[in-house]
């Protein structure tokens, strides 16, 4: 396993496992539990994915020993400002039946941010986190709340995939001390992704798959990875790309792939913000 210092002290395994949208019942769960047995220790989840009590199941029933774990969370925007945030803190806490969290997120950069994060700050000093960041902050957005604010983020979870590679955003965070995590590594199988012919010639040339050249392509970049699958046989796929290395010549060509423009959500678009805020 790679892993990345993001605060002092503190060390995040660089591959991990997603749960967005695993809500049917008992299915996390038995992600999560696979996810565990074949090695993984970063597990990824949020309030908005309602499947805390499920993944805190799993790491019930793993046997896995709390130091070795990393467990995400995040607080949505409608769980933001300093009473707001200890409350879904304390609940997240709960339904995952831990005692601490080892990466606690604001998930989208709306609503009650600087409520939240004097909240996180306190949460760090109490020790019931180990790191605070957020996710799908542009670099505008990062710099007004390390300006202002006496804890930086110590990660950025931001969507990154071949078509969307965030060059610019990454060099920001860099140059900043933030980590980079991609969220969506494989576009969510969107543009094709898995039949991709650049991908496809690559993977060939290493006896491995599309998942596994996203992945390694992703590490090499230095970025945080959590691809999410509910097939155990995809699950162990994901987590073997560590016994080979990109070329220049590849990492040039997987380059231009980039369109520059997100698949999923625009946060700097305002009738897009105001669709998907409302509820
Ligand atoms: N912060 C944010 O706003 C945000 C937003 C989105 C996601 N995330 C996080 O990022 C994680 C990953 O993103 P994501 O779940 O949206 O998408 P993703 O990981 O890019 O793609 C998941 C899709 O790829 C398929 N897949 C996975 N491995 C595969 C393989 N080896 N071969 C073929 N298909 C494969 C999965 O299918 P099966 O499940 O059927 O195998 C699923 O349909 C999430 O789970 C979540 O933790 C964060």
């Given at each position: 396993m790679m892993y990345k210092e993001i605060a002092p002290g503190v060390k995040m395994p660089m591959l991990g496992f997603g749960v967005y949208q695993?809500?049917?019942?008992?299915v996390c769960k038995k992600a999560v539990l696979d996810a565990l047995q074949t090695g993984y220790r970063l597990i990824d989840t949020a309030s908005?994915?309602?499947n805390e009590s499920e993944v805190g199941a799993a790491l019930a029933e793993s046997g896995a020993s709390r130091e070795e774990l990393f467990i995400t969370t995040k607080a949505w925007p409608t769980e933001l400002g300093e009473d707001k945030t200890k409350r879904a803190f304390d609940a997240s806490l709960t339904r995952l039946g831990?005692?601490?969290?080892d990466l606690y997120l604001?998930?989208?950069?709306?609503?009650d941010i600087y409520g939240a994060w004097r909240t996180m700050e306190q949460l760090l000093q109490d020790g019931l986190v180990r790191a605070i960041g957020v996710s799908n902050f542009a670099p505008d957005r990062l710099m007004d709340l390390i300006l202002f604010n006496e804890i930086s983020p110590a990660v950025n979870q931001i969507e990154i995939n071949v078509f969307y590679q965030q060059w610019e955003a990454q060099a920001f965070m860099e140059a900043h001390g933030v980590a980079v995590e991609g969220w969506a590594p494989f576009a969510?199988?969107?543009?094709s992704v898995f039949e991709e012919p650049t991908l496809q010639e690559i993977a060939k040339a290493h006896n491995k798959t599309i998942p596994q050249v996203i992945l390694r392509w992703q590490l090499e970049r230095g970025i945080i990875c959590i691809p999410k699958s509910t097939h155990t046989k995809r699950i162990h796929e994901n987590f073997d790309v560590f016994d080979f290395d990109l070329s220049p010549a590849e990492k040039t060509a997987i380059k231009?792939?980039?369109?520059?423009?997100?698949?999923?959500?625009?946060?700097?678009d305002p009738s897009q913000v105001e669709a998907r805020m409302k509820h």
């Open positions: 695993i809500e049917e019942k008992g908005f994915y309602q831990l005692d601490y969290i604001i998930h989208q950069p709306f609503g969510r199988g969107r543009n231009l792939l980039d369109t520059g423009k997100t698949l999923f959500f625009d946060q700097r």
